[in-house]
């Protein structure tokens, strides 16, 4: 996503807390409280002490502390007013505590050895072992009889799910609350509410229901998701409320530990009982319990390398011949290499139903972000709340269910249930602070100050400045260079639905003081859907022409051409083309996941600086030159991406990347003799990539691509191979290539980016602190050029472009494959990538890099 810097007024200061990890994140409970708090150490080492049983005497209320020896408890019942800690292996240690208050008890167990029938308790010094352990014996046998336990082991199942998300503000003082800008909406804070993950004050921002049914069968393997209603509280006025809730949903996708990896926060964990977890966890035998009337043990499990992405946590393990997990609760290590996370907690419960099989009774998740990880500035906490009824199991489901291709089918009126519905669709009714969210969300965003602050905010975070009806922007693009154009300068704007939510308009003006020409844009959009042009899914008719400079094989991803960072390039790059582009097209976009475009275009490509059109007469062998190039291309566009979300940014897409594959395929038809155009061709290109999690050495992004053209056609309409000349690493362009240095009418080429996720650095014991992340990639391009399209052998064809030197530059494949590779380091400072990059092949060819580095910006976790 874009930055942007300038000099912002007070106002700013408000919505960088709530908006810099609005999009990352679930929270709640109650007002004046007892909260005790605090760490366990060692006494002697002063080492933390994970699984710490902090029980409330005289009362059933007790957690366990972390793997750093962290606890938080809210006290519900007083009890004695005495706290005890206790640990196998330990001495027990008993602390008063303060009545409604937040307070902080940290303390220092002695330790002790200890025989157990189960398990001998030693010192922390002796090597822990899988050989003869038994808490490792019985990991084994839960992952043994896994198959027998998991719900997927059933023929059919289905059930009612309510699920429940809500985004908090964290860490609300009553300094903050005092600041100057909250003085004309102070309402906000009559809402205030105190996360149980740590005990702050936090403040509700968003929250999202959804009740919905679930149908399941084995053969052929299917789940579908059927959403009865879906309601959505939050800066709806200023952010894509659904492309967020789609972030929201890939980020807290359901955990079934019965998988071998987990999906969270769009990265993949070990599950505590795949078959690899005896080799990437530590588990010991705390003790034996009554669960549900139900004799378990208790198994602590935590990461041998804690920076892994791996859990810490127990679980009950029923001690009967099913080996059954009926409570888990589990988080992540404190040094994971994992960014913006401050704390985590899951927590799973398994009840028997009627047909006395173990199915989720409670699932639970609550996450604190944070952008520096420390504790006491602001961020956001989030929760996620499921739970479930209604279960059928081995019932017959008719395969009508079944044959809708997306997983999660929306039904009709989910968004406009009214509350009748929901009275009786909720599983619990909504406390009373979370019913406040959605009156506090409506009145906030009627005060004038929060309104301008959110206009800043959208300029600073997406760089456009909302007027209502219109916007301007984006920012970025203000002011530009080129070798063409010298210094650039660009004003642009579009109407919003506010205005006319049918009928839409965009335009920009752009000046080149070099070149002394205007360049511009204009386009008129009909939306023929529900919903705006801008949120998914699309369903439009528009007619657009611009006038533009543009340096051919140059296509970037999510930004535009005229960035301003992206004006510094290497090398030389002074060839460019003059495009007037007259467009019309159709896109129609499905749930279903499969999308289609149809449109026509008239291309008029006029050279620009260096860059000429220039071939030989067929009767005099003299050199003409010709100003443009134009073709009329009529073109339809299928593309299938089962499944696929993203968030709408406010001028492009950023896909939320998940397991399943993207296909596309285009077929263009090029018609000569219609609006000046001069050629016959056919093009048609296909496009597959998807993501494979390798756990626990990563994913890998995998892209193939291929296409042909049929007819013979000049240079500037043959396939221009992606080429970046830029500092920026571009993930599909070749880096080490140059512009136009490479040209084809039939290619293939496969992008290959392998990241590991720390998994090499975690282990070396400074680096690791730094969180660095690996990354492999390894780039190929096969293509050809046929003799009809070799103006080496047409001279009635626009030779090749050639340098001062009259070294020709842009070449052909047919001598080998294009090659390059690179090893990166990424998650410096949390948000910077540099590669360094080889090219393999085609050394010799004229104005190349070998090596080269590159950098690239990203946020992730």
Same mark, same amino acid.
């Given at each position: 996503?874009?930055?942007?810097?300038?000099?912002?007024?007070?106002?700013?200061?408000?919505?960088? *807390?709530?908006?810099?990890?609005?999009?990352?994140?679930?929270?709640?409970?109650?007002?004046?409280?007892?909260?005790?708090?605090?760490?366990?150490?060692?006494?002697?080492?002063?080492?933390?002490?994970?699984?710490?049983?902090?029980?409330?005497?005289?009362?059933?209320?007790?957690?366990?502390?972390?793997?750093?020896?962290?606890? +938080?408890?809210?006290?519900?019942?007083?009890?004695?007013?005495?706290?005890?800690?206790?640990?196998?292996?330990?001495?027990?240690?008993?602390?008063?505590?303060?009545?409604?208050?937040?307070?902080?008890?940290?303390?220092?167990?002695?330790?002790? $050895?200890? *025989?157990?029938?189960?398990?001998?308790?030693?010192?922390?010094?002796?090597?822990?072992?899988?050989?003869?352990?038994?808490?490792?014996?019985?990991?084994?046998?839960?992952?043994?009889?896994?198959?027998?336990?998991?719900?997927?082991?059933?023929?059919?199942?289905?059930?009612?799910?309510?699920? /429940?998300?809500?985004?908090?503000?964290? *860490?609300?003082?009553?300094?903050?609350?005092?600041?100057?800008?909250?003085?004309?909406?102070?309402?906000?804070?009559?809402?205030?509410? $105190?996360? /149980?993950?740590?005990?702050?004050?936090?403040? @509700?921002?968003?929250?999202?229901?959804?009740?919905?049914?679930?149908?399941?069968?084995?053969?052929?393997?299917?789940?579908?998701?059927?959403?009865?209603?879906?309601?959505?509280?939050?800066?709806?006025?200023?952010?894509?409320?659904?492309?967020?809730?789609?972030?929201?949903?890939?980020?807290?996708?359901?955990?079934?530990?019965?998988?071998?990896?987990?999906?969270?926060?769009?990265?993949?964990?070990?599950? !505590?009982?795949? @078959?690899?977890?005896?080799?990437?966890?530590?588990?010991?035998?705390?003790? +034996?319990?009554?669960?549900?009337?139900?004799?378990?043990?208790?198994?602590?499990?935590?990461?041998?390398?804690?920076?892994?992405?791996?859990?810490?946590?127990?679980? &009950?393990?029923?001690?009967?011949?099913?080996?059954?997990?009926?409570?888990?609760?589990?988080?992540?290590?404190?040094?994971? %290499?994992?960014?913006?996370?401050?704390?985590?907690?899951?927590?799973?419960?398994?009840?028997?139903?009627?047909?006395?099989?173990?199915?989720?009774?409670?699932?639970?998740?609550?996450?604190?972000?944070?952008?520096?990880?420390?504790?006491?500035?602001?961020?956001?906490?989030?929760?996620?709340?499921?739970?479930?009824?209604?279960?059928?199991?081995?019932?017959?489901?008719?395969?009508?269910?079944?044959?809708?291709?997306?997983?999660?089918?929306? +039904?009709?009126?989910?968004?406009?249930?009214?509350?009748?519905?929901?009275?009786?669709?909720?599983?619990?009714?909504?406390?009373?602070?979370?019913?406040?969210?959605?009156?506090?969300?409506?009145?906030?965003?009627?005060?004038?100050?929060?309104?301008?602050?959110?206009?800043?905010?959208?300029?600073?975070?997406?760089?456009?400045?909302?007027?209502?009806?219109?916007?301007? #922007?984006?920012?970025?693009?203000?002011?530009?260079?080129?070798?063409?154009?010298?210094?650039?300068?660009?004003?642009?704007?579009? +109407?919003?639905?506010?205005?006319?939510?049918?009928?839409?308009?965009?335009? &920009?003006?752009?000046?080149?003081?070099?070149?002394?020409?205007?360049? #511009?844009?204009?386009?008129?959009?009909?939306?023929?859907?529900?919903?705006?042009?801008?949120?998914?899914?699309?369903?439009?008719?528009?007619?657009?022409?611009?006038?533009?400079?543009?340096?051919?094989?140059?296509?970037?991803?999510?930004?535009?051409?005229?960035?301003?960072?992206?004006?510094?390039?290497?090398?030389?790059?002074?060839?460019?083309?003059?495009?007037?582009?007259?467009?019309?097209?159709?896109?129609?976009?499905?749930?279903?996941?499969?999308?289609?475009?149809? #449109?026509?275009?008239?291309?008029?490509?006029?050279?620009?600086?260096?860059?000429?059109?220039?071939?030989?007469?067929?009767?005099?062998?003299?050199?003409?030159?010709?100003?443009?190039?134009?073709?009329?291309?009529?073109?339809?566009?299928?593309?299938?991406?089962?499944?696929?979300?993203?968030?709408?940014?406010?001028?492009?897409?950023? !896909?939320?990347?998940?397991?399943?594959?993207?296909?596309?395929?285009?077929?263009?038809?090029?018609?000569?003799?219609?609006?000046?155009?001069?050629?016959?061709?056919?093009?048609?290109?296909?496009?597959? %990539?998807?993501?494979?999690?390798?756990?626990?050495?990563?994913?890998?992004?995998?892209?193939?691509?291929?296409?042909?053209?049929?007819?013979?056609?000049?240079?500037?309409?043959?396939?221009?191979?992606?080429?970046?000349?830029?500092?920026?690493?571009?993930?599909?362009?070749? %880096?080490?290539? *140059?512009?136009?240095?490479?040209?084809?009418?039939?290619?293939?080429?496969?992008?290959?980016?392998?990241?590991?996720?720390?998994?090499?650095?975690?282990?070396?014991?400074?680096?690791?602190?730094? /969180?660095?992340?690996?990354?492999?990639?390894?780039?190929?391009?096969?293509?050809?050029?046929?003799?009809?399209?070799?103006?080496?052998?047409?001279?009635?064809?626009?030779?090749?472009?050639?340098?001062?030197?009259?070294?020709?530059?842009?070449?052909?494949?047919?001598?080998? !494959?294009?090659?390059?590779?690179?090893? #990166?380091?990424?998650?410096?400072?949390?948000?910077?990538?540099?590669?360094?990059?080889?090219?393999?092949?085609?050394?010799?060819?004229?104005?190349?890099?070998?090596?080269?580095?590159?950098?690239?910006?990203?946020?992730?976790?």
């Amino acid at each position: 996503m874009k930055r942007y810097l300038y000099s912002l007024p007070q106002e700013i200061k408000f919505l960088n *807390n709530i908006f810099l990890f609005l999009l990352c994140s679930c929270a709640f409970v109650a007002q004046s409280q007892t909260i005790i708090k605090g760490k366990i150490s060692e006494n002697k080492t002063n080492e933390a002490i994970p699984f710490v049983n902090v029980t409330i005497l005289g009362t059933s209320q007790g957690v366990q502390s972390d793997v750093n020896g962290n606890f +938080t408890i809210t006290v519900k019942e007083y009890g004695s007013g005495k706290v005890q800690f206790s640990s196998v292996g330990y001495k027990n240690e008993v602390k008063s505590f303060k009545k409604d208050i937040t307070q902080t008890i940290s303390i220092r167990l002695t330790s002790t $050895t200890q *025989n157990l029938s189960e398990v001998v308790v030693k010192g922390k010094k002796d090597k822990y072992r899988n050989k003869d352990n038994p808490a490792v014996a019985l990991i084994r046998k839960v992952i043994d009889h896994k198959d027998d336990n998991r719900k997927e082991g059933l023929d059919y199942y289905q059930y009612e799910k309510y699920e /429940k998300l809500q985004l908090d503000l964290s *860490n609300i003082d009553d300094a903050y609350k005092n600041k100057k800008i909250f003085k004309n909406f102070q309402f906000i804070f009559d809402n205030l509410d $105190t996360a /149980k993950l740590t005990g702050k004050v936090s403040l @509700p921002l968003y929250l999202k229901e959804t009740v919905s049914d679930v149908y399941f069968r084995k053969s052929p393997r299917e789940e579908k998701s059927y959403i009865k209603g879906e309601k959505k509280v939050g800066l709806e006025q200023f952010l894509d409320n659904n492309g967020m809730g789609a972030y929201l949903n890939r980020m807290y996708e359901d955990v079934n530990i019965y998988d071998n990896n987990i999906s969270l926060l769009s990265q993949q964990f070990i599950s !505590p009982i795949s @078959p690899l977890s005896p080799t990437f966890y530590r588990f010991v035998i705390l003790d +034996t319990l009554q669960h549900d009337g139900v004799k378990c043990i208790n198994l602590g499990f935590s990461p041998r390398n804690q920076a892994d992405f791996a859990f810490v946590g127990t679980m &009950y393990v029923a001690m009967d011949s099913s080996y059954a997990v009926r409570r888990i609760k589990m988080g992540v290590p404190k040094n994971i %290499n994992l960014n913006f996370v401050m704390g985590m907690e899951i927590e799973q419960e398994y009840q028997p139903t009627a047909e006395k099989f173990l199915m989720l009774a409670k699932d639970e998740i609550m996450i604190e972000f944070n952008l520096f990880k420390t504790e006491n500035s602001r961020g956001v906490i989030g929760k996620r709340a499921v739970s479930f009824r209604n279960y059928k199991l081995n019932n017959p489901i008719d395969n009508e269910y079944f044959k809708p291709i997306q997983k999660n089918v929306l +039904t009709e009126n989910a968004y406009v249930r009214d509350e009748g519905f929901w009275n009786q669709a909720r599983h619990q009714q909504l406390s009373r602070v979370e019913t406040n969210i959605y009156q506090m969300a409506d009145s906030i965003q009627k005060v004038p100050a929060f309104k301008r602050a959110m206009k800043i905010a959208g300029l600073f975070l997406f760089g456009y400045s909302d007027f209502g009806t219109f916007e301007i #922007g984006p920012v970025n693009t203000f002011y530009s260079f080129n070798p063409v154009e010298g210094f650039r300068l660009r004003l642009g704007g579009r +109407t919003m639905a506010k205005l006319n939510p049918r009928l839409y308009f965009e335009t &920009y003006m752009a000046y080149g003081f070099k070149d002394e020409r205007w360049k #511009g844009f204009g386009a008129l959009t009909y939306n023929l859907g529900k919903n705006s042009i801008y949120e998914f899914p699309n369903n439009y008719l528009r007619v657009s022409y611009q006038d533009e400079v543009r340096i051919p094989g140059q296509e970037l991803q999510f930004i535009q051409e005229d960035n301003f960072l992206l004006s510094f390039k290497r090398g030389v790059n002074d060839k460019m083309t003059y495009n007037k582009v007259l467009r019309v097209d159709y896109r129609k976009e499905s749930r279903s996941g499969i999308s289609y475009e149809i #449109g026509l275009k008239n291309l008029s490509q006029e050279a620009a600086g260096s860059l000429t059109f220039q071939k030989v007469g067929k009767l005099d062998g003299i050199v003409i030159t010709d100003r443009t190039v134009t073709s009329t291309e009529l073109s339809f566009n299928l593309r299938f991406a089962p499944n696929e979300q993203f968030y709408q940014g406010k001028n492009y897409r950023i !896909p939320i990347i998940n397991k399943y594959p993207i296909f596309q395929a285009r077929y263009t038809l090029g018609i000569a003799n219609i609006l000046n155009s001069g050629y016959n061709f056919h093009n048609i290109t296909l496009r597959a %990539n998807k993501r494979f999690f390798i756990s626990p050495i990563g994913y890998t992004d995998v892209t193939a691509e291929g296409g042909r053209i049929f007819g013979k056609v000049p240079y500037p309409l043959l396939m221009i191979h992606r080429a970046n000349q830029s500092y920026s690493y571009q993930l599909e362009s070749y %880096n080490l290539m *140059n512009f136009l240095e490479f040209v084809s009418d039939q290619y293939a080429g496969l992008f290959v980016d392998h990241y590991f996720n720390g998994f090499f650095f975690n282990k070396i014991p400074l680096i690791k602190k730094l /969180k660095f992340r690996e990354i492999i990639t390894f780039k190929a391009l096969y293509g050809s050029l046929s003799d009809k399209n070799n103006p080496n052998l047409n001279p009635d064809l626009y030779k090749f472009p050639t340098n001062e030197e009259g070294q020709v530059l842009t070449h052909s494949l047919n001598n080998g !494959p294009y090659m390059e590779a690179s090893i #990166g380091i990424g998650n410096i400072l949390k948000f910077f990538r540099v590669d360094f990059v080889k090219r393999l092949s085609y050394l010799d060819n004229p104005q190349v890099s070998e090596y080269g580095i590159r950098g690239r910006f990203k946020m992730d976790f």
